[in-house]
């Protein structure tokens, strides 16, 4: 097996997974074959959706179909040409509380049946179990995990390592890093179906990011049952490669009609907003009065369209770097969708670590949520481990951010470097000119066309946790910097009160000199003339 990784986008990443019967790319999802109830025929959603690969239940198949999988081979047996990944039963374990197999009949049953990716009969946690009962899944899966190396014969197949631990993400830290320990091609998080139907994708973030910390992150992770394009874009994000779907066949059976934020059912609707084959021929009411077989096939032909065109939406976001934008935009579809944005706060280092420096396109800031993409935090912390201050540097000129990118190159500080080399000269050195800007805090002119400082667009006004966040971080900085003066250009039209605040009550923490003028004045001789004095004064009591 290998795993090329193209493009990159925080954890999310455009690869390649090659496998016996082909090479998929990801992020990539697996659509679910149900033989016995299939409303839309393996080789249509392969040949007219582009689906190449798709999932089916090992156990489903042994119980239903016995031997005829085997004789046939797997992919004769679907009448599927591309990649087939198989489940092992896990999941009727946790409808059921268990099935009348063995983990080794069921390694055996994959090897006989030719699938191309397996898993093992992995003890899934489920949601509201006790810690002890939690325990004893991940205890019990690492031992079938490990039975595995000794049972399978084959080379040619790819296995998966579930993750378990359900709602304890200590348990699920551990069993992620026992299971790092096993040579298996994929992994996988187990356990989180519960979690998603009930919208607690908060939760859903803590336990991805619990399994992706402690495994090897040069491989392929599954998510499974993550089934709704409202929420591709979180779990891509957060670092999940593969991913697998019934909902758009049980949604179908339901009368729901997907969309890419959300799910409305079919007699709610008066339009059906989307453009694929089957809705721009086709009215609510036409849909409504079809044969249920008919009707059925209808919604999920629909419901697979808009998968697809998901997934095509956030890996063309991911080659341009603006994977976060469209989180963003997403997690606006629904309020818990915000809130594990937000939880995206506690992995920021981790997420930075892995995301890339630099990107094709600059990036847009729209409030203090985007606090927590990576560009921002990677500035603070190199301005914090990593800059030093010029030699000469004795006077912090503090310059709000400007409509014009690199903001040296903006009108407004053109008018103050005559001042500056007015006043100073030959000593300009000793003025140190930094932007204050959002939402990446303190720039120091020298960095001014770094990326993504001068690649970036803000929405105005600012939110009151921004004006904090850079606020702090001015602070911050004069705090861990040595200098004799600050002089701050206020903007209170869009800084309020705060900058100034924070300025003044930090030097005076530090005993150095702080003098301020208001940016509204900032074209009168007044203006002008007042701060060229304040510079020769500090220039004249220079030894």
Known sequence: MTFEIKERDLLARIGRLK?????????????????????????????????DALITNAYILKKHFQNQPAEKGLHKFLDFNGVIMTDSGAYQILVYGDIDTTPEEIVEYQERIDTDIATILDWPTGWKVQRKRAEQTVNETLKRAKQLFKTKTRKDILWVGPVQGGRHLDLVAKSALEMARLPFQIYALGSPTEVMQGYQFDVLADMTMAAKMNLPIEKPLHLFGAGHPLMFSLAIALGCDLFDSAAYAIYARENRYMTEYGTSRLDELEYLPCTCPKCSKTTPKEALEMRPKERQAFLAEHNLYTCQAELKRIKQAIKHGRLWEHLELRAHGHP????????????????????????KSGIFFFN??????PEVVRHRKRLAERYSLPKEAKILLLIPQT???????????????????????????EVHTCFYAAPFGVI???????????????????????IDYVSNQVADYIKNTIYEMVMLLHDPENWNQDVLNTCRKTCLKKNIKFKYFNIKEKRSKTMLTSLKKILQKALSEKP
């Open 444 to 466: 120091p002119i020298e960095l001014d066309e770094v990326y993504p400082l001068s690649q970036h667009e803000v929405a105005l006004p600012l939110d009151k946790e921004t």
């Open 403 to 429: 409509r014009i990118k690199p903001f040296h190159k903006s009108k407004e500080f053109k008018e103050v470097m005559k001042l500056l080399r007015s006043a100073f000269g030959k000593r300009l050195d």
């Open 368 to 373: 203090s949520v985007g606090l927590t993409r």
């Open 336 to 359: 818990t969708l915000l809130q594990a944005l937000k939880r995206l706060k506690k992995y920021e280092d981790f997420i930075e670590k892995h995301s890339p420096a630099v990107k």
């Open 19 to 51: 496998t016996k019967s082909g090479t998929v790319e990801t992020p990539l999802l697996f659509p679910v074959i149900n033989p016995a109830v299939q409303p839309i025929p393996p080789r249509r959603i392969h040949e007219d959706f582009g689906f």
